[in-house]
């Protein structure tokens, strides 16, 4: 076995660990997922840095909280000179290329990677900048509740043409590697952008359940007794607008868990692929996300809040030949990756250019403990100041300047249903916590840096959108100058060469 492994990042989006058998769930059909967990170390409490696609990716990529890179939500700019892991890998021999989703925003759509087989589903411009000093305009671009209203099943979607061209080009890109000359080791990035809404999914995947199979909501909560920032994500979900039907819920809960089917398809095909390229026992394979999804638990949907649901996601690595199968009960997060790639890479913990908010996660998979403790942020839609999160123990514990706090012990409340923070019993956890939330951040420093960001942002959107627009979209280049047959070699030697095996 090579000394420096070759990575397989498989990165759905909007998956919420909860929904797959490997953590407890008990209708998602997810065959692949569950004999990587067999066989692998699942992170039994993972969390999201911040629930929102691209902090969360970006605070993957750097291992660094958004408020110290400037991610503040999903039209932020990922500055050029934030290293990520793609860049430690690339330094020390790694061939890196993406295929799919990372939501990056702004002119340098690679960070690090070498090579992107695809462009994003998601625009690079700043066009989806929030304004919180208009909280009440409802964004046109943003999540709507259309998506669980008109849920069901259906032929074609924008995401199934997008996935289904993500894992393509990532097997074409597996056995390119296998046949070429190339033979650094890689780190491949497939980022699906399913089961992430609309609540839609080819009848196929559809047909997998049965509706009496469906499982509904666990938690009713009044909208009354919602905490004040869940009750600004319903408005800005326009929740307040469209209340779903039982069945539409029902719909909506079916579709999404089709879509997790559909993305455990894919793991199947590229894991396979893997092994028909003679990759499989190089490789180590991580599945993971980006953030959760509420499915109408306490009445709320997508992501945005700290509630479990839309929080917590998986962490498989599976390497059966370097680590044994084993759970790792204490927490992670997703800022807890760069230190652990770079340190796979280089084969031992590298000197970082960078200071980050992670710690390498290699001893945990060697069967030490994990790092045992989660920071969090959300700075994006339907925040009014910045909400941050410490996970720590059975505790969690969520505060924002505008809001009340929020407390609660998961060990004997898993579904968040009390909030400790008011109680006497719990005055003093609440007061060292408060104390600590002072220390780490300076909020109104960071609810400052918020507002400049958002103004300035508006502005150059709105000053490039004038004369002839430019766009950041990463085009792929493709040169089919050098695809299949040309007359630049002999014929033999090029079918030999595309071959694989190679005939001796």
Known sequence: MASRPNILILQADQLTAGALRCYGGRVARTPNIDALAAGGVVFDSFYTNSPLCAPSRFSMMSGQLPS????????????????TFAHYLRACGYQTALSGKMHFCGPDQLHGFEERLTTDIYPADY???????????????????????????????????????VV????????????????????????????????????????????????????????????????????????????????????????YYGSIAYVDDQVGKLVQTLKDARLDEDTIVIVTSDHGDMLGERGMWFKMTFFEGGCRIPLIVH?????????????????????????????????????????????????????????????????????????????????????????????SDPDERTNLAARATHAATVAELRAEVARRWSLPAIHAAVLASQRRRHFVYGALRQGRYQPWDHQPVRDATRAYIRNDQELNDLEAMARFPRVS
């Open 127 to 165: 066009g989806w900048t929030p304004d919180w000093t208009r909280f009440e305009d409802r964004p046109g671009w943003y999540h709507t509740m259309d998506s669980v209203t008109q849920a069901g099943p259906c032929t074609r979607t924008n995401q199934v043409d997008f996935d289904d061209e």
């Open 319 to 411: 390497a059966p030949g370097r680590f044994a199968p084993r759970r790792v009960r204490e927490c992670a997060s997703l800022v807890d990756l760069l230190p652990t790639l770079a340190e796979l890479g280089h084969g031992s913990a590298p000197e970082l250019s960078a200071a980050i908010d992670g710690r390498s996660l290699v001893p945990a998979l060697q069967g030490a403990a994990g790092p045992g403790e989660v920071f969090g942020e959300y700075l994006g839609e339907s925040a009014i100041a910045p909400i941050v999160m410490i996970r720590r123990g059975s505790l969690k514990f969520v505060h924002c300047p505008a809001d009340p706090d929020q407390l609660y012990d998961l060990a």
């Open 68 to 83: 110290r890179i400037g991610a503040y939500d999903n039209a932020a700019d990922f500055a050029a000179d934030v290293p």
């Open 168 to 255: 393509f080009a990532a097997r074409q890109k597996l056995f390119d590697i296998a046949r070429g000359k190339d033979k650094r080791p890689f780190c491949l990035v497939v980022s699906m952008t399913h089961p992430h809404d609309p609540y839609t999914t080819p009848q196929e995947y559809w047909d997998r359940y049965e509706d009496s199979e469906i499982d509904m909501p666990r938690v009713s909560m009044p909208v009354d007794e919602l905490d004040p920032h869940s009750t600004r994500v319903r408005h800005v979900i326009g929740l307040g607008l469209q209340t779903p039907t039982e069945r539409q819920v029902r719909d909506a809960r079916r579709a």
